[in-house]
Each structure stands twice: as structure tokens, then as C-alpha cells.
């Protein structure tokens, strides 16, 4: 009985742990399903992921009752908790990302890229409302506190952007024309020589930028520009030229004609610089102007005429004009023609105009009165009056030239006269100086013959004193070699103690080292009789080395 209950309990328990694990498993699964089957999203890249917290579907759960945000952004506390419902600001980036749908509205937003050569202006849709006459929000994405065109814009790049606050606008480059100012914003690039000069649309707080034309210019590059916030006029630095000038008369060929004088005939037109002159007679005149401006006065030229072009039309040439006239009615029309009144009117013209467009800031390089056309009835009789002069001083010029000419000639006879005077002065100077030259060259060589002699008896007698001396030596030589040689012997005899026994030694060096002595014993009777011993022996003796050569 006991063994049954055992079992029993054993297999209940063995149920239980199943269960248990089928649950697990189940629930497991249900999680995995519903995480990645049903909560998961992918975000793409170049894409984020917009998040609205719209609460739990069924009243039961947790947050059904969270208020829906005011600003239709979602309200959290400190520890991320969502106190009232809406759009999260922040967006989540590429990847796979999990937020149930039953808790959360899920949209993919594509991100904002910016171009080379683009910009973006972004516009705030949420926040607070600007105070009256601004338009323009500080701060970052994410960090606005006003409704409103972000101040900041956004260069080249890839950018985050919540659509649902933020709209994006991307421009390249936008031109605002007035009459001749056109105005830039946008991607504003400023050439070589020329500089930018910057109107803003409102006052900057941050940097202390007032509204209005500014006084510092942008050098040349590339500036991204607000195009609520600021303009940009692009004004060209350096000088720049107007002429003034008559049109001429052409004929049906369209040459130019000429009067009677050889000066050119003006147009019946308004061309040119026409003014009466003070004896009345009309003048008309050519004008060169060379003008410009630096950096440092681009922005008052803009200020007061709005581009360079205004300057030319409603200074410039308006100005020549207006001191040419006034100024030169001052004069005569003789006055006018020759003299040095007329480069006073030259001068006092240029200083005048210098002096006006420096008042409104222009600067002139130079200014230059071309040519003035002076009517034939006051030019002719001048002319004529100027030829009859010309011809007098060109007679007596002639007149001069002629005296010139004889002049020269007779220099030339001079010239002439001096140079034969001169040739044979130097031909007398050359023959002395060679009669001198040779006089001292025999003396020369009279001199040194004498010292070559005197020079040759000192050699004489100094080789006689050298061949005396030098028999004395060897005589001295010779006595001192034999006393030596008789002392030698002398020392040598009193060490053998005799002279019999020095020359016996003597006897003994001499002889050479192989000598072999032979005694032959000679009897009695004479010598001659013991000669044939002495024979046999000596032939003996020379038969032995005989045989000892042979092989």
C-alpha cells in the first residue's frame, strides 16, 4: 500500500515539473513571439524612428489614464517616466529597435541631407511664441524654447530631424533684386576681389550685431547664409574708368573728318562736356575718370547708393559734368586753348573732383581732361598767330644752325691743324726718346761689360786662392797620410818587438791559405845533383791531381 502512494506521489510530482516547464516555455515563447514578432522595427540607415506614447489599449492596464500633452510633446520626469502623452523629441537611430505598437505610434522619417553648395533653415513648430518683432529662435535642434526660424543654419551634412517640431528648408543660393542692388543669402560664395557687405534682417543678442548695414565686410569665400537674418551684397574692390567723351563727325565712308586746321570736327549732338566759356563761345570737352573703392568703404557705398553701378550713374558722371562745367566757364576759350591757364583748368578740375568724391567716400586715382574742342574762329587765328611764330624762330634757328656750321668747320680746321702740330711734335718726342733710350742702353752696356770684368778678376783671384789652398790641403794630406802610415809601422815594429819579426809576419799574411810546403832532404854533393828528387816528386805530385779531375 504504501509502495502504491509512493508512486504515486512520485508521478505527481514529475506532472508538476512538466507543467511547469510547458508553462515557461510557453510563456517564453509568447514574450519571443511578441518582442520579436510583433514589437520589433527596423530602422533602415538614412532613416530615424518617431516615437508618439499613446498609452495602453484596454483600461485595466498600467498608464490608460495619462493625459494627453498640451504641446503635443510627451512629458517625462526625471527618471524617463511618461507623465503625459505625445510625440517623443528624441528619435531613435538605425537598427532594430522594440516598442510595442499597442503602446506607441511608430514612424519611419527619412534624415535631412545637405548637399555641397546647400543649406538648411530649419523652422520650429512647437514651443513658445516670440515676443513682438522677433523672428528669429536661438539654440540647437531639440533645444528651443520658442516657435520660429532657428538663427543657426546647418551646413553639408547628414542631420536627425524630428519633422513633427522641426520643418527644413534647403536652398542653394537666393538673390533678392531691387532696381540695380541685388542682394544674396543662402550659399553665398565671394570671389576674388571682391568682399561682401552684410545687411542683417534683425539684431543678434549673442553676438551684439545690430540691425542694419554692418561696418565689417567678408573677405572672399563661402559663407552659409540665414536668409531671414542676414543679405549679402557682393561689391567689387578695386578702380574702375569713365570717359566722357564728343562723338566726331564721319563721312559716308565713316571716317573721321577734319577741318581746315587738321582738327577734328564734333557731332551736332549732346555728347561730350559742353559749357560756354566766359567770352561766351561754346566748349566742348573729353573727360577720364579713374575711380574706385576699398573694402573699408564699400559698406557706406552701398549704405548710401546701393551698388556700385549707382555710383558710376549718380556721382560719378554727374559729378564730372557738373565741375567741368563750373569750372571751366570760369575761363576763356584762349584761355582755355594754350598757355598755363590751361593746365591750371586741368589741375583745378582733378583737385575739385578729387575732393567731391572723397566727401562721399570714393576714391579717385586720377582724373584727366582728355581733349578740348575749341571753336575754329578763336582756334584759327591762334593757330595761324602760333605758325607765324614757329616759322620766325625756325629762321632764326636756321639762322643759328648756319653760324653752328661754320662754326664747326672752322673747329674741324682747328682740329685739323692740331692734330698735324701734334703728329709731329710726337714724331721729334719719339726720335729724342729713342736717341736717349739708345745712349743709355751702350752706357748700360758699357757699365755692365766694366762689371763683368771687375767680376771675373775677383773670380781669378778667388780660384787662385782656392787652388792654393787647395795644394796646401793636399800636401798637408799627403804628410799627414805617411806620418800616419810610418807611425802605423813604427807601432806595429815595436809589437813584434823587431823589424826581422814584423817582416817575417808580413812574409806569413802574404802567403796564401792553401800553399803546401814540400822539404826535400838534399844529401851530400851539390844541388844541382838532387834536382832529379826533386822532379819525380814535383811530377808525382802533378800526376795525382790529374787523375783526381778524371771521371
Request: hydrophobic share 40%; with cysteine; charged share 25%.
Amino acid at each position: 500500500m504504501s509502495n502504491t502512494s509512493t508512486s504515486s506521489s512520485m508521478i505527481n510530482g514529475r506532472s508538476a515539473i512538466v507543467v511547469t516547464l510547458i508553462a515557461i516555455i510557453l510563456v517564453l515563447g509568447a514574450w519571443t513571439f511578441l518582442e520579436w514578432g510583433v514589437n520589433r522595427i527596423y530602422v533602415p540607415e538614412g532613416y530615424s524612428l518617431r516615437l508618439r506614447y499613446k498609452g495602453p489599449p484596454l483600461p485595466l492596464l498600467p498608464g490608460y489614464n495619462t493625459p494627453e500633452s498640451k504641446t503635443g510633446f510627451a512629458k517625462l520626469d526625471e527618471n524617463g517616466n511618461i507623465l503625459e502623452k505625445g510625440v517623443l523629441q528624441e528619435m531613435l537611430g538605425p537598427g532594430r529597435q522594440f516598442k510595442s505598437p499597442f503602446y506607441w505610434e511608430r514612424e519611419l522619417v527619412q534624415d535631412i541631407v545637405i548637399e555641397p553648395g546647400e543649406i538648411g533653415i530649419a523652422t520650429s513648430k512647437i514651443g513658445k511664441s516670440l515676443p513682438q518683432g522677433e523672428f528669429l529662435v536661438d539654440g540647437e535642434l531639440g533645444e528651443t524654447e520658442f516657435k520660429g526660424v532657428l538663427r543657426k543654419v546647418f551646413g553639408p551634412g547628414r542631420y536627425r530631424v524630428n519633422d513633427y517640431a522641426y520643418e527644413f528648408k534647403k536652398i542653394t543660393t537666393s538673390t533678392i533684386t531691387d532696381g540695380l542692388q541685388t542682394k544674396y543669402a543662402g550659399w553665398v560664395e565671394i570671389p576674388t576681389g571682391y568682399v561682401g557687405v552684410v545687411t542683417n534682417l534683425a539684431s543678434n543678442p549673442a553676438t551684439g550685431a545690430q540691425k542694419g548695414i554692418q561696418s565689417a565686410v567678408l573677405p572672399p569665400g563661402i559663407y552659409p547664409v540665414n536668409e531671414k537674418e542676414q543679405q549679402i551684397d557682393i561689391v567689387e574692390i578695386g578702380f574702375h574708368e569713365k570717359t566722357i567723351v564728343a562723338n566726331l563727325q564721319k563721312d559716308s565712308s565713316g571716317m573721321e573728318m577734319y577741318d581746315i586746321s587738321g582738327e577734328p570736327m564734333i557731332a551736332n549732338d549732346d555728347s561730350g562736356i559742353t559749357f560756354p566759356s566766359n567770352d561766351g563761345f561754346p566748349i566742348t570737352m573729353d573727360f577720364t575718370a579713374i575711380w574706385g573703392i576699398t573694402p573699408a568703404q564699400a559698406p557706406n557705398v552701398i549704405r548710401k547708393f546701393g551698388n556700385i553701378q549707382a555710383v558710376e550713374a549718380k556721382v560719378v558722371a554727374p559729378q564730372i559734368e557738373s565741375i567741368c562745367r563750373n569750372i571751366g566757364s570760369k575761363y576763356g576759350a584762349v584761355d582755355l586753348l594754350v598757355g598755363d591757364s590751361r593746365q591750371e583748368f586741368q589741375a583745378t578740375t582733378s583737385d575739385e573732383f578729387e575732393a567731391v568724391l572723397l566727401e562721399k567716400d570714393i576714391t579717385l586715382s586720377y582724373g584727366l581732361v582728355r581733349h578740348i574742342y575749341i571753336p575754329q574762329e578763336v582756334r584759327l587765328p591762334i593757330q595761324q598767330a602760333f605758325v607765324a611764330d614757329e616759322l620766325t624762330l625756325t629762321r632764326v634757328q636756321e639762322q643759328a644752325t648756319a653760324k653752328t656750321e661754320a662754326n664747326l668747320r672752322e673747329a674741324e680746321q682747328k682740329v685739323e691743324l692740331e692734330a698735324a702740330t701734334v703728329q709731329v711734335e710726337t714724331e721729334k718726342m719719339v726720335a729724342k726718346a729713342m736717341a736717349e733710350g739708345e745712349k743709355t742702353a751702350q752706357e748700360t752696356v758699357a757699365e755692365t761689360q766694366r762689371m763683368v770684368a771687375g767680376i771675373d778678376r775677383e773670380i781669378s783671384l778667388l780660384e787662385a786662392k782656392a787652388t792654393v789652398m787647395l795644394g796646401e790641403a793636399s800636401a798637408k794630406t799627403v804628410q799627414l797620410l805617411e806620418e800616419a802610415k810610418a807611425d802605423k809601422f813604427k807601432l806595429a815594429v815595436d809589437a813584434f818587438g823587431s823589424g826581422e819579426s814584423y817582416n817575417m809576419w808580413v812574409f806569413a799574411s802574404g802567403l796564401p791559405e792553401d800553399i803546401e810546403l814540400n822539404l826535400i832532404f838534399a844529401g851530400e854533393g851539390t844541388f844541382w845533383t838532387d834536382l832529379r828528387g826533386f822532379s819525380e816528386t814535383m811530377l808525382g805530385k802533378q800526376a795525382q791531381e790529374t787523375m783526381k779531375k778524371k771521371p
